[in-house]
């Protein structure tokens, strides 16, 4: 009798949060909540705002010190798309970072589901209330996951909405993990091997990615100094020796090499960029 009041009041407890999730997803008041895609980012008002005047400052400086000219500002101002273009690729690499690391989570407890005796469907359900526990309602794969359980809830197949969610990614091991999942579940294999191995493959994958970031560091801050000991010179030199780049400003000379001088600096940076990026 114990038992069957337990499994009762478990079985009323999840009715109330199937309902409560479904009232996060709309369903049922003709709300269709975004697909985004996760190989393009788009910068909120704050981040433009806020890189716009970092880039814009950048800029200004360089135009000053290598041509002391406000006309030079402007036709800089080009970099400055170039940068935010640049910008927009790192974070747009971050957060796919992010999504991979919160995928492997969703992976191990849909595992550790499925082993206590729940069904694919309602162990990614299950999974869904762990990962608002670890990473907040606002996480990428909560909102990820309660888009999954409403196309579920439109009778939409999993398999589907796995492989939705890998093409959006732009995650390799999401999209093979999709792949095999729909494979194997059609194929009747071993879906709880297939998950364990995909989510120690992405986590061996995330181990090592930190290990190199950890070894690189010291590398990455010895690039960002040197990528702004030139400007300290210059700035050095301009204070203590008054009228010592005259000689390089206000001629055709003059601004051919200080512009040669960059273009030497902006090919340095970006080969520096390239050493220091390791694809795992």
């Not at 895609?37 to 704050?46: A, E, G, T």
């Not at 009747?188 to 181990?207: H, P, R, V």
Request: with cysteine; charged share 25%.
């Amino acid at each position: 009798m114990w038992k069957s009041c337990w499994q009762q009041e478990r079985k009323e407890l999840r009715v109330i949060d199937m309902k409560q999730i479904k009232s996060k997803m709309g369903i049922g008041r003709g709300r269709h909540p975004p697909m985004p895609d996760y190989s393009v980012y788009q910068f909120s008002k704050k981040e433009l705002a806020v890189y716009v005047i970092l880039e814009g400052a950048f800029i200004a400086l360089t135009a000053y010190l290598f041509y002391d000219s406000i006309f030079a500002f402007f036709l800089l101002m080009p970099l400055e798309v170039m940068a935010l273009k640049a910008k927009k690729e790192q974070l747009c690499q971050k957060r796919k970072q992010k999504l991979e690391a919160e995928f492997r989570d969703v992976i191990l407890s849909v595992s550790s589901n499925l082993q206590t005796g729940y069904s694919f469907e309602n162990a990614f359900q299950e999974a869904y209330k762990e990962i608002v526990i670890l990473y907040g309602d606002a996480s990428l794969m909560a909102c990820e996951l309660r888009l999954l359980l409403r196309r579920l809830a439109n009778n939409e197949q999993l398999e589907d909405a796995l492989l939705g969610l890998a093409k959006r990614s732009g995650v390799q091991d999401i999209r093979d993990f999709a792949e095999i999942f729909q494979i194997a579940k059609r194929g009747g294999g071993n879906m709880q091997a297939i998950i364990a191995s995909t989510a120690e493959l992405i986590g061996d994958k995330q181990a090592v990615r930190a290990e190199i970031d950890t070894i690189m560091s010291e590398k990455k801050l010895e690039q960002t100094i040197m990528r702004y000991i030139p400007f300290f010179i210059i700035i050095y030199i301009s204070a203590t020796s008054k009228g010592y780049f005259d000689g390089l400003y206000h001629n055709l000379m003059g601004q051919a090499i200080m512009t040669a001088a960059l273009v030497v600096y902006g090919l340095a940076c970006k080969l520096s960029d390239r050493i220091l990026e390791i694809e795992v």
